[in-house]
């Protein structure tokens, strides 16, 4: 069983950058790829970006490509997301989630840990 807990969320402005972590806790960290979602308010959770168990291979949306950029330290069981060029738009409750896939995936029902998740808001 692995716990996963985010934090590093906040109140930027439009164009700031923030970095988002998850610590995870319980079972083999680098038995999972890892991946960060978001939920906007009154929208279904989509995905931002996967990092395989090895932190080799990482995957991004369209919306978040170039600017957002996923990482794992496998030694302190911390996964990241480093968040530039922020917009109003990139507002959400994010969460971090472990995957019983090797690499990661799109899909939201391929991962079997989540986290409570963490606020960012973006001010224009």
């Known amino acids: 069983q692995v716990q996963l807990v985010e934090s590093g969320g906040g109140l930027v402005q439009a164009g700031d950058s923030l970095t988002l972590s998850c610590l995870a806790s319980g079972g083999t960290f680098t038995k999972h790829a890892l991946g960060w979602f978001r939920q906007p308010p009154g929208k279904e959770r989509e995905f931002d970006a996967a990092i395989s168990r090895s932190g080799t291979s990482t995957y991004y949306s369209d919306s978040v490509n170039g600017r957002f950029t996923i990482s794992r330290n496998n030694a302190e069981n911390t996964l990241y997301l480093q968040m530039d060029s922020l917009r109003p738009d990139d507002t959400a409750v994010y969460y971090c989630?472990?995957?019983?896939?090797?690499?990661?995936?799109?899909?939201?029902?391929?991962?079997?840990?989540w986290g409570q998740g963490t606020q960012v808001t973006v001010s224009s």
């Open positions: 989630a472990a995957s019983r896939t090797a690499s990661g995936s799109y899909s939201s029902s391929l991962y079997d840990y």
